[in-house]
C-alpha cells in the first residue's frame, strides 16, 4: 500500500536545475530577522547546461551592472540562514510574486509545542511539523520573487528531512523575542510584529498565512481546510483559492480519492480577528491522528503541502 498521501514533492510545482546564472551576492538580513534579500555586487557568470530566462528579483534588476543584451537569462541566487544548512541557497526562478509580501505563522512555538501526537515510542509536536511546511512555503514564496517574513523562527533548525522532528522549545518571535507561554501573549506578540510590518509596506499585496497541524474532527481522515474573516472578502478569496488548488492538486495526484477540505469563516481565531493584512488560517490536519500523521511524517509529502500553497497564493496573486 502506498503510504504517501501526498504525492512526492514538485509533482504539482516542478524544480528547474541546471539554469545558466549570473551568480549575485545577496545579503540576506537575517540579523534583522526579515527575509529581504539585500543586493550586493554582481560577482561572476558561472558556466551551466543550458540557457534558461528566469528575470531577476525586483531588486536585481533594478541595477545597472548588467549587460542586458549578453544576459537574457539571468538568476539570483539569494543565502537564508534560517533554511538550515541544505536548503540555504535558494534560487530565485522568477518575478511572479515579486511585490507581494507573506507573513508567514507557523503554529505555536517557543515554551509551547501546540498539539502532540504519539507515533510508536515518538512524540510528534504540532509546532516542528507546522514550522517545517511554513519554512519550505518561504522557501518557495523567496524562489518566485516574494518577500518572506516568519513571526516564528528557529535558527537551527532550517528544513528538515528526517520523519521525526525533534522537539524543542527555541524558537523565537520576529525580529528576535522570546515566546511567551501565555497564549494570548504570545498571539498578541505575533499580530503586533505583523501589524507593524503591514504598516510598512502599506500599498503592497500582503497576506498573513497561519499554518496549524491540529484541526478537530470526528471524520477519521481530516482534510486541509481554510478559514478567513466573515469581513475579509480578499481573505476570503485566497481561502476559496487555496482551497480549488487543493482539490485540483488532489483531483491529478490522487484521483481515487475525493478531497473534503472546506472554507469557513472563523472570525474569532485571534490572528484572524487581529491582523491587520487578510489572513487565512489553513489546518493541515490533526497531528494526533494516526492517517494524518503519514501527511507529516514524510519529508516530500511536506514539501508538496508547501508547493500546493505556493500554487494557490500565486493563482490568488495573478487575479488580484
Ligand atoms: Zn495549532
Not at 509533482?11 to 539585500?38: D, E, S
Not at 519554512?135 to 514564496?141: F, G, M, N, Q
Request: hydrophobic letters at 35%; glycine letters at 6%; a positive charge.
Amino acid at each position: 500500500m502506498n503510504t504517501c498521501v501526498l504525492p512526492g514533492k514538485a509533482m504539482c510545482n516542478g524544480m528547474r536545475r541546471g539554469q545558466k546564472i549570473v551568480l549575485h551576492t545577496l545579503l540576506w538580513a537575517l540579523a534583522a530577522g526579515t527575509m529581504q534579500p539585500v543586493m550586493s555586487k554582481p560577482k561572476k557568470e558561472l558556466s551551466a547546461k543550458k540557457a534558461t530566462v528566469a528575470p531577476m528579483t525586483a531588486r536585481a534588476t533594478a541595477t545597472k551592472r548588467l549587460d542586458s543584451k549578453k544576459v537574457t537569462a539571468a538568476t539570483s541566487v539569494v543565502h537564508m540562514p534560517l533554511l538550515g544548512e541544505k536548503y540555504a541557497r535558494v534560487v530565485v526562478k522568477d518575478r511572479k510574486l515579486s511585490g507581494a509580501v507573506f507573513y508567514l505563522a507557523p503554529g505555536h512555538g517557543g515554551p509551547d509545542p501546540g498539539a502532540i501526537g504519539q507515533y510508536g515510542a515518538h512524540k510528534l509536536a504540532e509546532d516542528e511539523y507546522a514550522y517545517d511546511v511554513t519554512i519550505r512555503l518561504a522557501r518557495v514564496l523567496v524562489e518566485h520573487g516574494a518577500q518572506v517574513y516568519m513571526t516564528v523562527q528557529d535558527k537551527n533548525d532550517g528544513i528538515r528531512d528526517e520523519k521525526i522532528l525533534k522537539l524543542d522549545h527555541d524558537e523565537v518571535a520576529y525580529p528576535n523575542l522570546a515566546i511567551p507561554l501565555n497564549q494570548t501573549a504570545r498571539l498578541k506578540q505575533g499580530t503586533d510584529a505583523v501589524n507593524r510590518l503591514h504598516k510598512k509596506h502599506k500599498g503592497a499585496y500582503q497576506r498573513l498565512l497561519a499554518i496549524h497541524v491540529d484541526s478537530r474532527s470526528e471524520r477519521e481522515m481530516i482534510d486541509v481546510f481554510f478559514y478567513h474573516h466573515q469581513d475579509s472578502v480578499a481573505g476570503k478569496r485566497l481561502a476559496t483559492t487555496l482551497q480549488q488548488r487543493f482539490g485540483n492538486c488532489y483531483r491529478r495526484c490522487q484521483p481515487n480519492r475525493s478531497y473534503l477540505g472546506s472554507v469557513s469563516e472563523r472570525s474569532s481565531l485571534y490572528v484572524v480577528k487581529n491582523s491587520h493584512p487578510p489572513t487565512v488560517f489553513i489546518e493541515l490536519g490533526n497531528i494526533q491522528n494516526t492517517k494524518d500523521q503519514r501527511r507529516f511524517l514524510i519529508a516530500d509529502n511536506r514539501q508538496a503541502l508547501a508547493n500546493w500553497i505556493y500554487e494557490g497564493i500565486q493563482a490568488d496573486y495573478m487575479r488580484q
